[in-house]
């Protein structure tokens, strides 16, 4: 019946050469005429969608009645990075996939990550941002470790209730994914600061080039704090261990998407990381990271960039929206194939790699149907780079460190899915680093239940470690 107001965008042909935002957002009237689409209606699904759970009908009617200040105001106060979560939320997932217009015939959700993003984007420009600072108010300090979207969630949501939070970050900018993982093309990094500003401004200290385990001690870390929240993340790569990974031209999507993002090496020799691009680029995987490695490589001058997976587009993690525009950037998708070796010339390059076709043939222990190689299909596929996409870890310095703390089978840390409470007296943990690599918002939402708990627990009102 209807469908979604388009977003304009750069063309590809354009696009595919630069690192600037691909998608430039709503005008003021596409933005109150995609508003108009919704229906309000009283028992609003589309807010059980939303791990932050936002009025999500509250800021739309005041969009459309064009109180942007009071719709941005109505964002704000559920989620602490409203900017980031309009542009890389999988909205096809959560709320938009709830939203009783897109249950009607030929007819699409409304565009509730376009109208966030809208909102949030107008008032950068248009609000002096009035904070109230009331970090300090309490006696109680605490201390978050990492300081991806978990972590700056919960430190906003404790400076909001009055304690003294002090965020650690490992790395020389805070963000997490945010920073290091998610490409300007898609988050401009200077949204990403403009939330991380805010988040400053209530009162939270951010210490970077702050390892804990290594630079602090946890001991002192639990001695001196009296909460901790941990938001570590699942930034270790994996590593298929097929024959050849040790190839020069091989890398892990982290370290290739590292260096292009958070050390700008695609702006060298400006910047002073320098990154090596091949001409025929095999990304491994099909989930964001993927799609984000393919997508860099692309700008990076590459003349082919595929991306190999071994189940099908159905199967694939990946948001719709990143795949169809690596789609319409030319890269191309090699599904049901899997590499099974690297191959390299005499000086130690990649120059090609084996890969065997496969089939989907029942279900896995994840309940995903199960690629299983076809026999004889070998082929060989040239290529002169290789980045492997396929999957994270749990950052282990820290956990190796943490006296008394439980992980669970996969090594993440085990804590309750309600509370964020771990084994460990004090100390909570949410994010990537409990569920694995999961989503943004996911992780702000456990990062805004711990900051609920702690403030409990701080309080006297509740203690999981009473026995
Ligand atoms: C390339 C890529 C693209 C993605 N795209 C999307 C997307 O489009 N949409 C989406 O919803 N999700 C996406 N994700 C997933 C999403 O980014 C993560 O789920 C989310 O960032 C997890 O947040 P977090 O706070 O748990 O951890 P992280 O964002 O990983 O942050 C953890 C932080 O902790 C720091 N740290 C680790 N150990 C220590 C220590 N010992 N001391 C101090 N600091 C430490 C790390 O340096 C890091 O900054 C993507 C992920 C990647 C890798
Ligand atoms: S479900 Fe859709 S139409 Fe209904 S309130 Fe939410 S966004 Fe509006």
Redesign the pocket.
Known sequence: MSKKTPMREQPPDVRKKNFDEVALGYTLEEAVSEAQRCLQCPTHPCVSGCPVGIDIPGFIRELRNGRLEESYRILKSYNNLPAVCGR???QEVQCESRCVVGKMKDSEPVAIGRLERFVADWAAENLEEKVEESAGQRKEKVAI????????TAAADLAKMGYSVDV????HK??????????EF??PKKIVEREVNYIEKLGVKIFLN??????VKVKDLLEEYDAIFI?????TPKFMGIPGTNLNGVYS??EF?TRVNLMKAYLFPDYDTPIRVGRRVAVIGA???AM??ARSALRLGAEKVYIVYRRTGKEMPA?RE?YHHALEEGIEFLWLTLPVRYLGDANGNVEAMECVKMELKGVDKSGRPKPVPVEGSNFVLEVDMVIE?IG?GP?R??LSEFPGLELNERGYIKAEKDTGATSVRSVFA????VTG???????MG??KRAAQFIHSYLSGEWDPWQK
């Open positions: 890389v939320c999988p470790v990492g300081s991806g979207p978990a972590g700056l650690f970050e490992a790395l805070p963000g997490g994914v945010l920073v290091y993982g998610i490409p898609r988050l702050t390892v804990i385990g290594k630079t938001g570590t993340g699942a930034g999507a982290n998407l989930g964001n990271t984000d490695a948001r990143e996409a994270q950052n310095v820290l949410g994010g990537d680093i690599a999961a989503t943004v918002i996911e992780a456990a990062g």
